[in-house]
Structure formats: C-alpha cells, structure tokens
C-alpha cells in the first residue's frame, strides 16, 4: 500500500482497513485529505482483498468537511472540492469490497454522509450523528443524498432542518447503522459483521453489490429490468456454477476466485 499524510491504510489477510489520521482536525476533510482517501479506496478495489473498513483516529469519527480549506474558496473552488467528495462517495459504492464503516465519537456533515456511503456501518453506543448545517449558515446539501436514501424523508428532514445530533440508538432505529455495541465491543462487532458479508464468492458479491446500487433509486420496472438481466447473465459465471452444484451435490463449493 502507499505511504500518506492524512491517513493510514493497513491490510491483514483479506481486509484493508482505511484510518482517517487528522486526529488533531476531528478528522476533517479537506481536499488533501479527501484526495487520499480516492486514492486508497481506488487502490485497494484494485486488490483481490474482500473487505474494508473505514475507520477514524482520536476521538470522533469524521467532523464533515475543514472550512478552514473551504473559507479561503472561490465557487469553483468549493465546486471542486465537493466534486472530489462526491467522487470518494461514489468509489465507495461501487468498489468490489464491501465497505464497513466503525463508527465511533461524533460523525457530523460530510462525516455522516462517509457513514451512509458505507455498504454497513457499526457505531459505539457513545457515537452521535448529525447534519448541522441546518442550524448554521452552510446547509449540508450533498451529505444528505444518501443520508436520505438511508433513513427516508422524514427522519432526513429532522436532521438536516434541526441540525442536532442524534445518538447511536436513534441512528439504528433510523437504519444509518446496522448495529450499535458497547465501546469495548466495537472492533469486535466490526470484524464479525464483515466475516459474513464477505462469504462466498468475491466476483460474485462483487456484481451483486454494484448492481444493487444501480437499481436501488429507480422505478421498480426499471429496477427489476437491470436486476434481471444481470442475474441472468451471472448464472452462467464460473462462480454461480460452482455454487449451484455444490448445493446440488451437498459440499462444500470450491469458489473459483
């Protein structure tokens, strides 16, 4: 893996783990920051590794975007750098891996917008989550894209019309996260979490996943038309043939990738 500045990235048998190391910025995201973290997700989608996790150093997890790099902008300046964000999300989603944020302390702004990139999230009892630009002066407008597609409209309008925080129990409830544990368990309910939803075949989920995110925002008819076509055309690959007949000669598939 490359050396950074802004974070650390750390590989151990099929899982990459992405810390955000701006501990001393709440790990904020500036462009540099925001340039790195591209970077690790593109060269770790080049791997045959299977999972990562997204994690961040010090006390919280991610404080949104640095405005001590965007107070200094011009619109096209600003333009960039949430083109560049928008950039890091959409990687997330569509990188082979399964993503897994761990989430701990404050995930605020562009910070929470990181969690509902995520494919899951794991959050501390002692996270919190917010958009708080709804009670300042700059509206989180891009963090809530998929915050929305997350939670639904109204619990999106609560959190971006308030801007308060709500906690880690409220953000289950709300299906931000998929879990929330006790602090001590984090790392824990992380890596178990990720074991199961990295079985199987990895071209396979690979597919899987890029096509759920291609169907998710669109009409059904439009939705089942790309998921049955694609189905169709995965039933003929190595892996789904291999899965098939392990199930029909009761073993143990022997996944070809």
Same mark, same amino acid.
């Given at each position: 893996?490359?050396?950074? *500045?802004?974070?650390?990235?750390?590989?151990?048998?099929?899982?990459?783990?992405?810390?955000?190391?701006?501990?001393?910025?709440?790990?904020?995201?500036?462009?540099?920051?925001?340039?790195?973290?591209?970077?690790?997700?593109?060269?770790?989608?080049?791997?045959?590794?299977?999972?990562?996790?997204?994690?961040?150093?010090?006390?919280?997890?991610?404080?949104?975007?640095?405005?001590?790099?965007?107070?200094?902008?011009?619109?096209?300046?600003?333009?960039? #750098?949430?083109?560049?964000?928008?950039?890091?999300?959409?990687?997330?989603?569509?990188?082979?891996?399964?993503?897994?944020?761990?989430?701990?302390?404050?995930?605020?702004?562009?910070?929470?917008?990181?969690?509902?990139?995520?494919?899951?999230?794991?959050?501390?009892?002692?996270?919190?989550?917010?958009?708080?630009?709804?009670?300042?002066?700059?509206?989180?407008?891009?963090?809530?894209?998929?915050?929305?597609?997350?939670?639904?409209?109204?619990?999106?309008? $609560? #959190?971006? #019309?308030?801007?308060?925080?709500?906690?880690?129990?409220?953000?289950?409830?709300?299906?931000?996260?998929?879990?929330?544990?006790?602090? $001590?368990?984090?790392?824990?309910?992380?890596? $178990?979490?990720?074991?199961?939803?990295?079985?199987?075949?990895?071209?396979?989920?690979?597919?899987?996943?890029?096509?759920?995110?291609?169907?998710?925002?669109?009409? *059904?008819?439009?939705?089942?038309?790309?998921?049955?076509?694609?189905?169709?055309?995965?039933?003929?690959?190595?892996?789904?043939?291999?899965?098939?007949?392990?199930? #029909?000669?009761?073993?143990?598939?022997?996944?070809?990738?």
């Amino acid at each position: 893996m490359a050396e950074y *500045e802004h974070i650390l990235v750390k590989r151990d048998d099929a899982t990459v783990t992405i810390t955000m190391n701006r501990a001393a910025r709440r790990n904020s995201l500036s462009e540099a920051h925001l340039a790195e973290l591209l970077a690790a997700f593109e060269e770790t989608a080049a791997t045959d590794a299977t999972g990562v996790v997204l994690a961040g150093a010090g006390p919280v997890f991610s404080a949104g975007h640095d405005f001590g790099d965007v107070a200094s902008r011009d619109l096209e300046g600003v333009r960039r #750098l949430l083109t560049l964000c928008t950039r890091l999300m959409r990687t997330m989603e569509s990188v082979p891996q399964v993503v897994i944020a761990r989430v701990h302390g404050l995930a605020t702004a562009a910070g929470c917008q990181l969690v509902a990139s995520c494919d899951l999230a794991v959050a501390a009892a002692s996270a919190g989550f917010a958009l708080p630009g709804g009670k300042g002066g700059w509206f989180c407008h891009t963090p809530a894209v998929p915050v929305a597609r997350a939670i639904g409209r109204k619990r999106l309008m $609560e #959190l971006a #019309l308030t801007g308060d925080v709500i906690d880690a129990a409220t953000a289950l409830e709300w299906g931000l996260v998929n879990r929330v544990v006790p602090d $001590e368990d984090l790392d824990a309910a992380v890596a $178990e979490l990720l074991a199961r939803a990295t079985r199987g075949s990895r071209a396979s989920k690979a597919l899987g996943k890029q096509t759920l995110y291609a169907q998710l925002d669109r009409p *059904e008819a439009d939705a089942y038309a790309i998921a049955v076509e694609v189905m169709a055309a995965a039933s003929q690959t190595p892996s789904a043939r291999e899965g098939m007949a392990s199930f #029909l000669e009761k073993r143990k598939p022997e996944w070809p990738d």
